[in-house]
């Protein structure tokens, strides 16, 4: 199994900025963000797989940026502009799938880590 330990998660005002990591076992084929908030669905927030530009979910599209590193088997989420609709905890995942672009399905990901609460307050 994988394992996958989500950090840098916290509260910032509408604007501002965070960078969240991922410290993994391994870095498998496929790896993505993605995001649960309260009474809302999970959803796929950015993916990075063969292809080394991220794939991205609409509402995050150009604020977030995915990458990894693997000498250090870590991934970060760094994200910009945030807005109060940001707000959930995020989760690392991992997919042992081939994926070109990657995949913002959750359902592809074999592995989870226990999630970085992120709050942005307007």
């Known amino acids: 199994a994988v394992q996958l330990t989500e950090s840098g998660g916290g509260s910032v005002q509408a604007g501002g900025s965070l960078t969240l990591s991922c410290a993994a076992s391994?870095?498998?084929?496929?790896m993505g963000w993605f995001r649960q908030a309260p009474g809302k669905e999970r959803e796929g927030v950015a993916s990075?797989?063969?292809?080394?530009?991220?794939l991205y979910a609409d509402s995050v599209q150009g604020r977030f940026n995915i990458s990894k590193d693997t000498a250090e088997n870590t991934l970060t989420l760094q994200m910009n502009s945030l807005k109060p609709e940001d707000t959930a905890m995020y989760y690392c995942?991992?997919?042992?799938?081939?994926?070109?672009?990657?995949?913002?399905?959750?359902?592809?990901?074999?592995?989870w880590g226990q999630g970085t609460q992120v709050t942005v307050s307007s």
């Open positions: 995942a991992a997919s042992r799938l081939p994926q070109w672009r990657g995949s913002l399905v959750g359902a592809r990901y074999d592995f």
């Open positions: 391994e870095l498998t084929v496929t």
């Open positions: 990075i797989a063969t292809y080394p530009i991220g």
